[in-house]
């Protein structure tokens, strides 16, 4: 079960660090990835990170303001976020793979979380 936390209400130009928790000790084998779903939008793919941190991939509109990372000793993924801007408004949600290609495809992901929200006010 993944569970993310650390969404809120934020100004335009600011920042906010999200965390997805899992219950599992099997955390590890996974990899991890953040997407995001604005209201009258698909959900789309942010980032990603394989097991052991070998490999990180971002979406073109991400790279560069988002940061991905995860913490195996502690089950927990997260997403610092930068230079936010009102178009970052969205749902946010974590999901893990067993194996994935950092493609952001959904189907590669398995197991999901239940999604923390975002605002950004201009």
């Known amino acids: 079960q993944l569970t993310e936390s650390g969404g809120g209400s934020v100004q335009a130009g600011g920042s906010l660090t999200l965390s997805c928790s899992a219950s599992e000790n099997t955390f590890k084998n996974y990899g991890l990835g953040w997407f995001r779903q604005a209201p009258g939008n698909k959900r789309e793919f942010l980032a990603a990170v394989k097991q052991n941190s070998a490999s990180k991939y971002y979406s073109a509109v991400v790279r560069g303001r988002f940061s991905i990372s995860r913490d195996d000793a502690k089950n927990t993924l997260y997403l610092q976020m930068t230079s936010l801007n009102p178009r970052d408004t969205a749902v946010y949600y974590c999901?893990?793979?067993?194996?994935?290609?950092?493609?952001?495809?959904?189907?590669?992901?398995?197991?999901w979380g239940q999604g923390t929200q975002v605002t950004v006010s201009s």
């Open positions: 999901a893990a793979g067993g194996q994935i290609t950092g493609f952001g495809l959904e189907r590669e992901y398995e197991h």
